[in-house]
């Protein structure tokens, strides 16, 4: 939301300086996101009279204009603009002024091979209007040498406010000075400026057909007007917030809309065919609205129409067939109310933002019709001429607001500030609430608040008015001695992981839990579809850490980035909410050299983190059983689940081919997902961990190669090895696999490297190693695997 000082003053009558008002706003909760004073772009630039205009020696389209600046003795401009000529009074720049419309810093140049030592500006070079074919041309009594800006009233600091959804009385000028006048920074002024309508001439049929998308219809008649471009101080007015003028009509509504939050619509009389009326869309309708877009319409969507066609979408834009011209001469101004819940999804399904849209879906003030109609149409018979009829009205608006008991202690008990009853009061009042009693209020909410409902909601609106500032840090209590650990196994087991990913050199990222239907249903199911979604690309709940780091891998790989190792550490949503760490590592695994060319991550790579990271979770990674069906996203025999017992603890391997022409990655990916909550309770939470003791004695390693059959897991064996002796076995790992001359068909040979750890007292002997050795060719037949000669 965005207002000009100047504009806040014509609401609220207060001496308070820019950073008084910019700070109360922001710890009255409309927080200030900027503030942007248009004079400071502005200040380099003078009035200037042309003295002279003769032409370019060297270009028959070019003037040398001699400038007087205020500053002495005449300055020589180059000057293309068709209107340029002696006596003219306009804007001008000397070197060193930055133009903000083109972006340049003005030197003294040399043109056609003549000098030129500044330039005399269009209003688009200084972004004050669309003209680019002259330069600006002032009143002849313009005095030479002072601030353009200051001059042209343009030294007025816009402030730009976020609002929240709640506060749809801030979408306006007006309910922002209330805020203000409440927090002791002035007072308010006349709500209504003092326009009168005319009566005359009859009035127009209207009615409504959807009182439950539209409860409220007001409208007004004005005959004889006379359109054209609004006077200066409005268009002024209106480019100072972002709004373009378009003509005298359409600017007044949206100067009421900015200054009091309230929508309008004009329409062209002479278009209208029969009564005009708010009700559903029919099957099969459109509309081509004021953006010159045509959107197809449905049964849930309300629309203003008459006999002939609809002319409006309810809340959101006019069509364009009854829109105002410059040759209007007689028009009927629309004053509604719309329901703020079927605004917002009539916008979502259409993808129609507009600045009534916004205002309308969070709620605008019902009992403002009757004023805001008699505003209007003041402004019109004040500006555009004419007579007006009488208002109609159809329809009732729902202004009703319920009564809340309240007690003033209970601002102490649940805001922890203590405030005077009677300054508690004041707030309120000041705030548009009624409160009746003494000890014990009967307190009722204005119209424009339909956001407040309970006593906890007027603790919020003192709280905030005295400052959020004012409440004291209290601690609060404990036990005495040392703190106990606040954190939840679950919560330490995410962070051993993270500590861990970022050791191993992984890049955190964060995500969107919401993404598009079709990311989401290429990993599988997707139970959780948002009723009210933002947009369509965050319509369902993520069922995998994966779409999003895909997707941030694309980004990267799109700007550059050769080596991409991510993780995430977040929720996904399946049947419940499951915590998961996703990593995707994508690209080159090393940087070329002049030792070696660049190799890719394999799903080798991707297993190690797994495994790393789940070690350090708390998994007993030495019991982990491989299992080859990993889900339908990995690419098969390149992928693997990880398990513990019947619980599957996590999936990793190449992304299967499809899913990398779905998210346009041309590099080989390898991914991977832990499900932290699969863990058994033993191993999360925090671990005692001893400190480094090595052994006295060193290992003894020892190599056997076994023949097993093809289908055989590298991992089976490996368990079966260790399980043959688990006293002094330490480790074991393959270290080769060889398929060949012979071997038979069917086989392959598999060799493994066990490290044998001797107690302190003393080493192996011969006869203990060969015990071993036995044990571990016996565990290994067991398997199916046998003794290679």
């Known amino acids: 939301m965005k207002f000009t000082v100047s504009w806040l003053k014509e609401h609220l009558d207060t001496d308070a300086s820019l950073s008084t008002i910019a700070e109360t706003l922001t710890r009255i909760g409309l927080e200030v996101e900027s503030v942007d004073n248009g004079a400071e772009k502005l200040a380099p630039f003078t009035i200037a009279r042309v003295l002279t205009a003769e032409p370019h020696p060297q270009a028959d389209k070019l003037r040398l204009l001699g400038v007087d600046t205020g500053a002495g003795a005449p300055v020589q401009v180059v000057c293309g603009a068709p209107n340029a000529r002696a006596g003219l009074v306009g804007v001008f720049g000397g070197p060193g002024a930055y133009v903000p419309g083109s972006g340049l810093t003005l030197q003294v140049a040399t043109i056609r091979g003549v000098e030129s030592r500044g330039m005399m500006c269009s209003a688009r070079e200084l972004e004050l209007g669309e003209d680019h074919d002259g330069i600006i041309e002032l009143p002849g009594d313009a005095p030479v040498g002072a601030a353009y800006a200051g001059w042209a009233g343009l030294d007025d600091p816009v402030l730009d406010v976020a609002i929240t959804p709640n506060r749809g009385d801030c979408m306006g000028v007006h309910g922002i000075a209330r805020d203000l006048a409440a927090a002791g920074l002035g007072t308010m002024r006349r709500e209504i400026s003092d326009h009168s309508a005319q009566s005359g001439g009859p009035a127009y049929d209207i009615r409504t057909d959807d009182p439950e998308g539209c409860p409220a219809f007001h409208a007004q008649v004005v005959r004889g007007v006379t359109n054209g471009p609004s006077p200066d101080w409005l268009q002024r007015q209106l480019r100072s917030v972002g709004q373009r003028p378009i003509s005298l009509l359409v600017d007044i509504t949206n100067y009421i809309m900015i200054g009091w939050g309230r929508p309008l619509h004009v329409y062209d009389l002479a278009k209208l065919e029969g009564p005009l009326v708010a009700r559903k869309a029919k099957a099969g309708e459109s509309l081509v609205a004021l953006n010159g877009k045509s959107y197809a319409l449905d049964p849930g969507m309300t629309v203003i129409a008459d006999d002939a066609a609809v002319h409006d979408i309810g809340g959101i834009m006019g069509g364009a067939h009854s829109g105002v011209s410059e040759a209007t001469r007689d028009v009927l101004i629309e004053c509604a109310y719309f329901d703020a819940v079927g605004i917002a999804r009539t916008g979502q399904k259409l993808g129609l933002v507009s600045d009534a849209r916004s205002r309308f879906e969070r709620g605008v003030d019902p009992g403002f019709l009757e004023d805001g109609l008699a505003l209007a149409t003041g402004m019109v018979l004040g500006l555009a001429g004419g007579k007006a009829s009488v208002a109609v009205r159809a329809g009732v608006a729902p202004t009703a607001r319920a009564a809340i008991a309240f007690r003033p202690d209970r601002v102490a008990r649940l805001g922890g500030l203590e405030v005077p009853a009677p300054e508690q009061q004041r707030i309120l009042q000041a705030l548009g609430f009624s409160v009746e009693g003494e000890d014990s209020w009967t307190v009722r909410a204005p119209s424009w608040r339909s956001d407040v409902d309970g006593a906890a909601d007027l603790v919020e609106e003192i709280v905030r008015i005295v400052g959020l500032d004012e409440i004291a840090s209290t601690p609060l209590a404990r036990d005495a001695g040392v703190a106990k650990p606040t954190a939840t196994a679950g919560q330490r087991t995410e962070r051993r992981a993270r500590r861990a990913a970022a050791a191993r050199g992984l890049n955190e990222a964060v995500t969107w839990s919401f993404i598009p239907v079709g990311d989401a249903q290429a990993f599988g199911d997707a139970p959780w579809t948002l009723a009210n979604p933002i947009s369509e690309e965050m319509k369902v709940m993520r069922p995998s850490l994966l779409p999003g780091l895909l997707a941030a891998a694309k980004r990267n790989l799109d700007r550059g980035a050769t080596m991409?190792?991510?993780?995430?550490?977040?929720?996904?949503?399946?049947?419940?909410?499951?915590?998961t760490v996703g990593?995707?590592?994508?690209?080159?695994?090393?940087?070329r050299g002049w030792r070696q060319s660049p190799r890719a991550f394999d799903a080798f790579d991707i297993k190690a983190e797994a495994l790393a990271l789940l070690e350090?979770?708390?998994?007993?990674?030495?019991?982990?059983?491989?299992?080859?069906?990993?889900?339908?996203?990995?690419?098969?025999?390149?992928?693997?689940?990880l398990c513990l017992g019947k619980s599957v603890l996590g999936e990793f391997g190449e992304l299967h081919p499809r899913l990398a022409r779905l998210f346009d990655i041309g590099a080989p990916v390898v991914a991977c997902e832990l499900f932290l909550d699969a863990l058994?309770?033993?191993?999360?939470?925090?671990?005692?961990?001893?400190?480094?003791d090595p052994p006295v004695l060193q290992p003894v390693v020892r190599d056997f190669a076994f023949i097993v059959p093809v289908g055989m897991t590298g991992d089976a064996l490996v368990n079966a090895v260790r399980g043959a002796d688990r006293r002094v076995i330490a480790d074991v790992r393959i270290f080769d696999r060889f398929v060949g001359a012979g071997i038979g068909d069917g086989e392959q040979s598999l060799a493994v490297e066990v490290t044998l750890q001797p107690a302190a007292e003393r080493s192996f002997t011969e006869s203990e190693l060969g015990a071993v050795a036995e044990a571990i060719v016996a565990a290994a037949a067991k398997v199916g695997a046998r003794l290679r000669s």
């Not at 982990?624 to 992928?639: I, K, N, T, V």
């Not at 058994?680 to 480094?692: I, S």
Request: glycine share 14%; aromatic share 4%.
């Open 680 to 692: 058994p309770a033993v191993c999360r939470g925090e671990r005692r961990r001893a400190g480094f």
């Open 616 to 641: 350090e979770a708390g998994s007993p990674v030495a019991n982990l059983r491989l299992d080859g069906a990993a889900s339908g996203h990995y690419h098969p025999g390149r992928s693997g689940r």
């Open 564 to 579: 991409i190792r991510l993780i995430e550490i977040g929720r996904r949503y399946r049947e419940t909410e499951r915590p």
């Open 583 to 591: 990593i995707v590592l994508c690209g080159e695994k090393d940087r």
